[in-house]
């Protein structure tokens, strides 16, 4: 699949992609355009990351040159920042603005420069609107016990039930949905700088179950007529089925350096 990936890498950190609303994407398509494959759509976040970093060791060195020794602990800082932000960020359907909501405030503990660099990436992907943007800062300024107190995060997702006929079986799935409570508003932003309103997390978890299924990484059994014959691909997923009922479970995490 020679189109799948750029001629010179297998996804490149200096993109110009903006953030898009997963379902307004098709499921797949060439390297050049963004989709809602987790790969391809990676890419937004993966170059606002990559610019932050730039933008940190800007900071980081001030006046002077940058040098290696700055390089390494600007990274090791933004690798703590983003593990804070993971941890931290509710999951729920526009996940990628709750975690760059948590790390413009987890880079305040850095360096008191850091969080406006990373709006000012986070607000050119659109991964935050700019209302977002300017509301977190009086979430950075509340006490410290509000701040925690906003951020906790319940440990599970509720589960949500399709109908399985649409994918060629009988009964229900039952899917996890990104439906946790969210820590505050954050939300990415569309081509008129306006926020996006997040699709409800059963919309965005069918989506992505659809897209699942139509790039044949589920391993399941489908009635007789229903059959896709996807041949070899990955699958990352299986349908564990009981009492006339299903439930979709993960197998795997693709790394993309399979042979798929």
């Not at 490149?12 to 390297?31: D, W």
């Not at 970093?53 to 900071?59: C, D, F, V």
């Not at 290696?68 to 983003?82: P, Q």
């Not at 007529?225 to 197998?251: A, C, F, P, Y």
Request: proline share 6%.
């Amino acid at each position: 699949m020679p189109d799948a990936v750029e001629v010179d890498c297998l996804r490149n950190a200096a993109n110009s992609f903006t953030y898009r609303v997963p379902s307004s994407l098709p499921s797949s398509g060439p390297a050049s355009q963004l989709s809602s494959e987790p790969h391809s759509f990676s890419r937004v976040f993966t170059g606002a990351f990559f610019e932050i970093l730039g933008a940190m060791l800007q900071i980081k060195a001030g006046a002077s040159p940058p040098t290696e020794a700055m390089l390494l602990a600007v990274s090791n800082e933004m690798g703590s920042i983003l593990a804070i932000a993971i941890k931290a960020a509710s999951v729920v359907s526009d996940w990628y603005a709750q975690v760059a909501a948590q790390m413009v405030l987890a880079s305040k503990s850095a360096d008191e420069n850091y969080p406006s660099a990373l709006k000012a990436v986070f607000v050119r992907r659109q991964i935050l609107s700019l209302h977002s943007s300017t509301t977190l800062s009086l979430v950075a300024s509340a006490p410290a016990a509000m701040a925690e107190s906003m951020a906790a995060v319940p440990g599970t997702l509720p589960q949500i039930a399709l109908k399985a006929e649409h994918y060629g079986l009988e009964g229900l799935l039952f899917v996890d949905a990104p439906g946790q409570h969210r820590a505050f508003i954050a939300a990415a932003a569309s081509n008129n700088a306006q926020p996006i309103a997040a699709p409800t997390g059963a919309d965005a978890a069918q989506h992505f179950v659809d897209d699942l299924f139509t790039r044949g990484r589920v391993e399941y059994r489908p009635t007789v007529h229903t059959v896709l014959d996807h041949q070899k691909r990955l699958k990352t997923h299986r349908v564990v089925s009981s009492g006339g009922n299903h439930r979709l479970e993960r197998i795997l995490f693709d790394c993309g350096l399979c042979d798929h």
